[in-house]
């Protein structure tokens, strides 16, 4: 059994209390500029000089007032209710994960729990991670934070949890950081993206967790990827897919990879990653006999 890796030291906040305005006004303005007001049916009238939609537009759509979101998109403190917000999320033709981070920064408590900072994988946590083999899989934090993993994960990905440094214990990290892990994970076009707006979600919904933060200016300071997929303002949740890994030794194995939460629903979830076909279930036979990284 795999035991759980130590938490990542924690670092003061890197973005105040107070920055979420600021936050909100931002994600507003990037997403009413990535709008088409051609495609949206809206008639426009002499020369566009900015891209997107134009604040009035917004505004009228939202049915609120031009200055009250005027005040909004500067990052004023205007403390917006949560039908305003809905009405300028459908405005903007927000998505569900989009809605529910702009709610977040404007500070309206959402109807479900929000994800806690302090969960650890529990010792049945680590025997259901067991239990799973011949199937890889691990605990990680809403962040990405690598808490725990089983055999095959370690096998598969070629690391010993216990023996990675701290900073190194997230999947986001090594994605950015890591030649040896960009070698195994096969990424598809836009998947540092789809993690970035992942790690925007879990940002926003944990704003007081110090090591997110922490996180977030390592990973600003030291990544242009990383930077120019932030300033893009997307969020998502995490979804099902399948991936592919190339292993050293194995070769490509295809496998879904599933999240799973426990009950209460919080930021620390369970990733397995189970067989596409019959060939890749053998590949995770074979796996299992290789020695331990």
Not at 6 to 35: I, K, M, T, Y
Not at 47 to 60: C, D, F, M, N, Y
Not at 154 to 171: D, F, W, Y
């Amino acid at each position: 059994m795999t035991l759980p890796a130590p938490p990542v030291p924690h670092a003061p906040p890197a973005v105040a209390a107070s920055a979420q305005p600021q936050e909100l006004g931002r994600f507003l303005r990037a997403r009413r500029e990535s709008l088409s007001a051609t495609a949206m049916g809206l008639a426009r009238h002499g020369r566009v000089r900015t891209p997107g939609l134009r604040r009035e537009e917004v505004a009228q759509l939202a049915g609120i007032g031009v200055t009250w979101y005027t005040k909004l998109e500067q990052g004023r403190e205007v403390q917006p209710s949560r039908q305003a917000i809905e009405s300028i999320a459908r405005a903007l033709q927000c998505n569900d994960d989009e809605v529910r981070h702009l709610l977040a920064l404007a500070g309206i408590k959402l109807d479900q729990p929000s994800p806690l900072a302090a969960d650890e994988p529990s010792c049945l946590h680590m025997q259901l991670l067991d239990k799973l083999l011949p199937y890889p899989a691990q605990m990680q934090s809403a962040a990405f934070d690598l808490l725990a993993a089983n055999a095959a994960y370690e096998r598969l990905m070629g690391i010993s949890l216990q023996r990675l440094p701290a900073l190194q214990r997230n999947c986001l990290h090594m994605s950015l950081f890591d030649a040896r892990w960009q070698q195994v994970v096969r990424h598809e076009p836009q998947t540092i993206e789809r993690m970035v707006a992942m790690f925007r979600a879990a940002s926003t919904q944990q704003s007081g967790d110090r090591a997110i933060a922490e996180r977030l200016d390592y990973f600003l300071t030291h990544s242009p990827t990383f930077r120019n997929a932030w300033e893009r303002y997307q969020v998502r949740s995490p979804e099902n897919q399948e991936k592919t890994f190339d292993h050293p030794v194995l070769g490509l194995i295809h496998l879904r990879q599933t999240y799973w939460w426990s009950a209460p629903r919080s930021g620390m979830r369970m990733v397995v990653y189970l067989p596409v076909t019959q060939a890749d279930a053998r590949a995770l036979d074979r796996l299992a006999l290789l020695p331990a990284p």
